[in-house]
């Protein structure tokens, strides 16, 4: 029988590896991330096929605004969009480029 001590110095002397992470700093980014306010209630109104149409419509033009407005998607999760201004390429004007894709966002769908 393995005494729980002996049991903890055993699993201590193992190595556990999760994931490599490459993380790199970048300065002089901004992140605008969006989500659709009453989204659920909306979600049960709507068959899955007309929710999804409904979001590839919106996601769709939701790129052609981060296009427009020198942003890159990064993420779509759900109903939430992620872009990013100021890279690859650093722009000195990435937090306007958020800012006014964000207004743009509003328009659209409205």
């Known amino acids: 029988m393995l005494k729980m001590a002996d049991a903890c110095q055993e699993m201590s002397n193992k190595q556990t590896r999760f994931h490599e992470m490459y993380v790199q700093r970048h300065n002089n980014v ?48 759900g109903d939430c969009y992620y872009c990013v201004s100021g890279l690859p390429v650093s722009r000195p004007n990435h937090a306007y480029n958020c800012v006014n894709m964000g207004l743009q966002m509003i328009e659209a769908i409205r």
């Open 30 to 77: 901004s992140i605008l991330y969006a989500d659709i306010v009453n989204f659920t209630p909306l979600s049960e109104k709507l068959s899955a096929s007309d929710l999804v149409r409904t979001l590839n419509e919106l996601f769709g033009r939701f790129d052609q605004l981060a296009q427009e407005n020198q942003c890159m998607r990064i993420k779509i999760l």
